[in-house]
């Protein structure tokens, strides 16, 4: 672990450069716990993949003193490891929806049903939110599934779409460009201002397949 500074009012502390599980626990722990601690002239604390962004009044604290508390961590403390979510998310894979199935069934030589099965089977591990709110990007996705982005990005991508894009698959809460391969959509609201994310940074997530006629039914609900 590495404490930098990062201009006059933040810093970042830098876990091992690798997206993995294990990074991923150690950038969750440190979290949580100063989450829980609400330490005076903490700002905000932006986690990422392998490292956190916290941003401080430099009146109410300076870098150094928040430093020292950071080291004097100890995330193996049982206080300090946070409870695991399991969020289900259904997913239709109807091809009206799945705007990229095609595609990647024959990039990667694999039938449709073949991609459902394996993005149906595996749990998730919700690494960090960004992009645009409520964004997840997903950790755990299936090696036969990884394919690069798109060449040219899509100029809108509907909301609720769910896409695969190297390593990672994840959902677009709001209607934005993109350039994932979107193989389903979800009906479910992932992000609504002025309310509780259906996701956190550090939970899990099973997507689970609908059909065409019950995404209809379920969509129209959340209208």
Not at 42 to 59: E, G, M, N, R, V
Not at 138 to 145: F, K
Not at 154 to 168: C, E, F, H, N, S
Request: with cysteine.
């Amino acid at each position: 672990m590495e404490i930098k500074q990062f201009g006059e009012r933040a810093l970042i502390i830098q876990f091992e450069n690798i997206i993995s599980e294990k990074v991923h626990q150690k950038v969750k722990a440190y979290y949580q716990y100063l989450s829980n601690r609400h330490l005076e002239g903490i700002t905000s604390l932006i986690p990422a993949y392998t490292s956190i962004t916290i941003q401080f009044d430099d009146d109410l604290i300076n870098f150094f003193s928040l430093s020292e508390i950071i080291q004097s961590i100890d995330i193996h403390q049982k206080e300090n490891q946070p409870l695991q979510r399991i969020v289900e998310i259904p997913v239709c894979y109807d091809a009206s929806l799945g705007l990229d199935l095609e595609v990647v069934s024959q990039q990667l030589d694999i039938s449709i049903d073949e991609i459902i099965e394996l993005h149906t089977s595996n749990l998730y591990t919700v690494y960090m939110l960004g992009f645009s709110p409520g964004f997840m990007y997903l950790g755990g996705l299936d090696s036969r599934l990884f394919i690069p982005r798109k060449s040219t990005p899509r100029l809108k991508i509907p909301t609720g779409a769910v896409g695969l894009a190297d390593q990672q698959t994840g959902i677009y809460p709001q209607a934005t460009p993109g350039g994932w391969q979107i193989i389903g959509q979800t009906p479910l609201s992932i992000f609504e201002v002025n309310q509780p994310p259906k996701v956190k940074m550090g939970d899990k997530v099973k997507f689970e397949a609908i059909d065409l006629s019950t995404f209809q039914q379920l969509n129209q609900n959340n209208v």
